[in-house]
């Protein structure tokens, strides 16, 4: 009767629950999903008629609808750029979108007023670019503490521009409009050149030219009347929000009240559990535990099989569910070995999670969970994978087997002992057991990444290149040091609006105008690379979540104009004896891979044989009298004039 009891309690906390918060939820989604279905309304847009319908945000599996990007069931970003779209959007649009990231109506011809988003505290991009957007440039923008890019060129806004000041804005552009006023002297705004307010003949003061004498007047008639009605529009208490905090509350104070009475009952439970010798049922019942929360716990031991299987839903070998298929000859684990393996997360990226998993007697592989990939059938999906498989290049990180399901796709790899060359940099910084990333292992890495580069550039017979996703995350070390280059054949499988967004190669100069990534992006991306590996700084084009990076092409190009060259270089490789020359030469390679035109750029056959012609330091002893006395000899100074010279 005990436990039958427990039962009751638990099934009737269920259901208060369930009243209490999934109500809620779902009210939630069905808002996001009427703000979409109003969206679509306005656009009339064939093509999102037929692709927005159904569930906006499953758990289970990807979003089907165009330019959605979710979280946490939440839609996280709108992405509907180069569409055509016409229509009118209204200010409140996104105002229920909370959890709202990256908003992009670039190049349409979208009409309205630009939008309030006092409800969006978690936005970080915004691009209404190319668009017909007239009107103030809304004041709700600066509440966005989290904003990093913000651009309203191309449109007919009016008025004045507000004070923006959020030291994460690092895009700026409000070129192309009818704005007025002096530009405001917050340090943020006046970072920015002109080109970035140009063509608004009334704006005035720096960074322009133009003086604000005889402006001043039409400045100040235009920064207080446009802010009225989105002050009002903004103060509107959020009524629905607080009934559900009120549902919270009573929630809580039921949930705290039932699981008292549960300890209670469970107290008497194990009691009579003990008595009756059943303690093994007690322990089988706490180990058939749900795996829904593996994702929040990346680093704890768990078993593979709760990669891709929620509790209830075991993967099985059969046709239904789908096989682990092997591309690699000299594999010999089978499916069953894989789900029984323990497992540790590596991480998240641009594909999905990744995963360590160890299997007894066998040699550790990494399991790749993919996401946000284009709609693919199983033979789709089956000719991509191979095509990925007999790309064999010693420097090429393997894959060794792929799953495919309705519900996941799984890729297997070998395991890279030794780490991604980004940790190799960064990682460890300041702490005394961190081991020196001196100038022959950065050498190494060049050299193995553009060999790897080159063969896939140059492979005729296989039809994905370019890479698209090159970045130091991606670039790893076996146990022998042997460079190893990952995520290679990707790039076609996730959908456009993810890898515009996500994807080093998409961030290329060239991309924002011609919206294509070629061989050349790699060539930039490359560049970039070898300047992070110089540096020792984080490159922004290619930071991980959560680290700031910064725009290290333009900090190196300053750097070399301004003549102070030597103190471009890691601490690390400066201090080493004889190796000023090959970083140098190296140095010259970057620049010449991260030129804006892509026509001015190598080739990476050539780039191979330069780094071939770049000799190791003789010595990985530190010297630093010899590397600083070196900086300042003539020899140096001819260099860096020459990688100026270069760069013009």
Known sequence: MGFLSILRYFFFLMILLCSFRCSPIKAQLQLERDALYALKANFNDPFLNVNWSGSQCPRRYPTQWYGIICANGKVSGIFLEDMGLTGTVRSDAFSVFTELTILSFKNNSISGEVMNFSSNA???????????????????????????????????????????????LRVFDVSNNNLQGEIPKTPILQSFSFGFYSSNSELCGPPTNTACNNLNDTADSNTTAPSEPEKDSSSKPNKLGTVFLLFDVAGLLAVILLFILYFRKARKLKKILKKHGTEEREQKQSADEDYDDFETEQNRSMNVAAIYAHGKEAVVEGEEKGNLIFLQENVKFKLNDLLKASAEGLGKGVFGNTYKAMMEGMPA??????????PLTSEEFRKHSNIIADQKHPNLLP??????????????????????V??????????????????????SVARGVARALEYLHLNKSQSIVPHGNLKSSNVLLDENEMVLVSDHGLTSLIALTIASNRMASYKSPEYHTSKKVTRKSDVWSYGCLLLELLTGRVSAHSAPPGTTGVDICSWVHRAVREEWTAEIFDIEISVQRNSAPGMLKLLQVAIRCCEKSPEKRPEMTQVVKELNNIRDADSEEEDLSSFDQSLTDESLSTSASGIIGNER
């Open 122 to 168: 978690k936005m970080r991009e915004i691009n209404l670019s190319g668009n017909k957007f007239q009107g103030p440039i809304s004041r709700s923008l600066l509440s966005l503490v989290s904003l990093e890019s913000l651009q309203l060129q191309d449109n007919n806004l009016t008025g004045s521009i507000p004070e923006f000041n959020q030291s994460s």
């Open 365 to 374: 592989v990494v399991v790749k969970r993919l996401r946000d990939l284009k």
């Open 399 to 420: 894959l060794l087997a792929y799953y495919y399901s309705k519900e996941e796709k799984l890729m297997v790899y070998r395991f890279a002992e030794k780490g991604n």
């Open 422 to 443: 980004f940790n190799r940099i960064h990682g460890g910084r300041g702490n005394n057991d961190r081991i020196p990333f001196r100038w022959n292992a950065r050498l």
